[in-house]
């Protein structure tokens, strides 16, 4: 876990040149853009009609959790006790929603008796009969039936480890009423989910839930799943996900539902950039400092093919440039002794790109810090602020 680095103590720079050319960075260099986190938390808070909680496993630096907190998010989609540790440690007033629908043992009470953590996600009667027992007071809990919602417009799925079928939720809806908690279905439709339309079909296999059951929902938490843009992939406007939200509750006749959702990506990918250093270029191989061990993680994923938008800089005469001229493709090895530490796919960098030289990758934010390891002794951990 991180050390609660404060922002004030970070370097502040104008811009990401200038940070190289002060820095000469020879470790991997996290960029925060303070302004990048505002704005996507902004078109949530403004354009969602609900509660918006950060999904922190996207990143649990607390650099990104202060960034959001400052730009106004207050709800934390929290997986383990251990996120809901380093959000209250940081910010004690927050609210965290305990949304794993499979928790180790304990940790629901200790969530419970010890942060006030009242909603809780389950797809299975074991766990509702582990959490009903761990927390005891159900009339204070809100109980999220999770559901499958394998929709396809996803690059990542998020439905063939944890959800349940609507005849399998309906069951437990009912249980969930019998015990007193308030009863509320979710879903995640996948993440970097490209198409709005999942949102909608998803809400209609909710609401197909609701009438197999006859049990009123207190609130739907429609999960996390909004793309973020990277290389040569712009995602859709956000707003078209929240009209297909608000349209799907009027169609239902649902309007004034309470709703939630739990963006991770959105709202923490274009708030990180991150500056690498070329260590040596052999013809079309580039062997930088951070790879799939590191920062680059998420491109190992099945199915995950999107890159993040790279641009070369050089120093010239200790002045910083974006080194132009003619692209062509070239591998990008990691610095570990692993074969397997290449990016997946070919990155196109100006042919004249040299040692010494640095690539910054854009939109670096989500699923990078969170799933780096110190794998063969390189921890990419290094800050500066850009303002
Ligand atoms: C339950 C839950 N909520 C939210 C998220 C965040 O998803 P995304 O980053 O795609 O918004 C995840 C991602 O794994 C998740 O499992």
Redesign the pocket.
Known sequence: MNAPVRIETLPRFASALKAIESLKPGEPLYLVYPDRFAAAARTFLTGFPGDVLY?V??NPHPIAIQHLWAAGIRHF?T?SLGEIEIVKNLFPGAMCHF??PVRLPGQAKAAFEKYDVTDYVVDGPSELDKLLAETGNPKKLRIFVRLVAQLGGALLE?SSKYGCSPEEAAKLLHKVKASGAAPCLTF?VG??CLSPFSYAQAIEIAQRTINLSGVEIAALDI????PTSYAGQEAPPYHWYFDMVKEALVTLGRPNLPVLC?????LAAQGLSLVTQVVMRRGDRLYINDGIYGSFDEQRFAGFDEDYPPTAVTLDKNKARILGGEKRPFRVYGPTCDSQDVLPRPQMLPDSIANGDFIIFDAMG?YTVSSRSSFNGYYPDSWAVIE
């Open positions: 999904a496993k996207a989609d997986a949304m794993a998020m995640h993440s970097q999960g996390g799943g909004f739990e963006p991770g990506r959105a989500a």
